[in-house]
């Protein structure tokens, strides 16, 4: 595997679109057709050849950002999907189409190109059974080593009675490390544990206090998501689900969701209801980075008396404000395919006076965050300097969110793909060059600020919107059929980073493939470079930095 930063792309770009014809050129005999992914165009090749024709997209075109693996199986193929863009413009988009067949499912693996295709493929394996050629870890990631079958294909016997023996835990590098100045052991954390965020068990490996090696273990929060809204109808069962996923910022989930059906079906959705939505995404938003901010700091310094229970403070401001939007507190379920459920609560007077309120109290609150964290010197000290994430290495594990701007990468789904009013709005994207511990914090912390933009000025576009125009739905058919084998990947700018979703339509009111792209997944995937040469407490601090949020990793 290489890391290091590819060629500058020659000229498949032309007047902001991907030249496809010029991608076709450049694959040349690997190319063996050509399909249409709702203006995504996608080249079909040989199962043997992935490499070849991911390192040419990469370091020839440009695509840097492997976003998503998609694996399906049909009634005569298995397939997988790799749908690539660019950091720097994330408009340009190219999908790679791998068919295999049903009697030897087997392709070459794509993670010495995209180090995060790993962890991608062993999810490929574990779920619908395709194997992947030259993998160095071809095991389940999601379920049990001794797990009979797989969840995803069409043969598989969800009645059948699964034994699941527990392995014994071994030291991964006990037979090549040991020296005579080496005391190697491996040290379970998690899966029960306040430091790992959740069900996470992190399979560790000390020389003394020094992380030697990390194997993230996921899969103790795995509720079959996109089984289930396989099952769902477009219309109105799936959207209940996607507040399960990442369960503190809940309207960008519900926006990943709308906006990939609402292209599939195109569906046009009024101006007045796509400034509500942008303006609950980004409450949504500051609900996740105060949580992050608050735990961050118990982590690190064992805060709960202060900055924990002020995060907990003005998250609970928050909670508040969406409540009286949408009727709950945590499962909001507040848009609608087309638009939202409802308007501004009335008197819509006194909403704005609650939320103007707010956002003129919290330059003062994010001041206290700084004089009690980040201006801390044991903070300071745990912080600065560790948990490093170079950029480069950021973008090979698909990195996104937060965790990316804070190693400098100027990447945001909101700004780089417009969707919602975010264009119509004055806002910044935040970066930091440290690429540490600190700099997520700050991002995170400067990001709230710029929330409280956007949100002001959707108030002041609520507030001066003619009443007879506040159209909060679109006439939307009662049930949604897209046309057969209409597939579309579309993503938005969760609170940990890029959130997408890949649908298949089978001409029914269901899809026949629903495959979400967790930016949580990838961003604990990079834990290993953040920890490894660092001490078991800095490991700690790089983990909480990472924001993860175990309903969205595992899904």
Known sequence: MSLEEPRQPDSYVAEGTVDYDAIEELLGEHVLGRETHSGTEAFVIRPDEVQDVLFALRDEAGFDHLSLLVPQEYEDRYESIYYLTKYEDRTQEVGVVVPTPRDNPVSQTAEPVYRTADWHEREAYDLVGIRYEGHPDMRRILLPETWQGHPLSRDYDQDRPQIVTLAEHQNPIADDYHDAESDTMFLNIGPHHPATHGVLHLKTVLDGEQVVDVEPDIGYLHRCEEQMAQQGTYRHQIMPYPDRWDYSSQPTNEYAYARVIEDLADVEVPEYAKILRTMSCEFGRMMGHFLAVGTFALDIYGDFTAT?????????????????????????????????????????????????????????????????????????????????????????????????????????????????????????????????????????????????????????????????????????????????????????????GELGIYMRSDGTDSPARFKIRSPCFHNLHALGEMAEGEYLADMIAALGSLDIILGEVDR
Not at 360 to 374: F, G, I, N, R, T
Not at 408 to 433: A, F, H, K, M, S
Not at 476 to 481: G, K
């Open 308 to 496: 924990f229970m002020y995060a907990m403070r003005d998250r609970e401001k928050v909670q508040n404000i969406l409540e009286d939007l949408t009727g709950q507190r945590m499962m909001l379920n507040y848009f609608r395919v087309g638009g939202v459920v409802w308007d501004l609560p009335e008197p819509r007077e006194e909403f704005f006076e609650k939320v103007r309120d707010f956002l003129e109290e919290l330059p003062v609150a994010v001041q206290e965050y700084h004089d009690l964290v980040s201006s801390n010197e044991i903070f300071q000290t745990r912080t600065i300097g560790t948990g490093i994430l170079d950029p480069e290495v950021a973008k090979q594990y698909g990195v996104t969110g937060p965790v990316a701007r804070g190693s400098g990468i100027d990447y945001d789904v909101r700004r780089d793909d417009p969707y919602g009013y975010y264009e119509e709005l004055d806002w910044d994207v935040i970066t930091e060059d440290g690429g540490d511990n600190f700099s997520r914090f700050m991002v995170r912390m400067q990001e709230v600020e710029q929330s409280a933009r956007i949100i002001e000025q959707c108030i002041d576009l609520l507030e001066d919107w003619p009443e007879d125009e506040r159209e909060i739905q679109a006439n939307v058919p009662r049930t949604l059929r897209p046309d057969p084998d209409a597939e579309i990947y579309r993503a938005v700018e969760g609170a940990k």
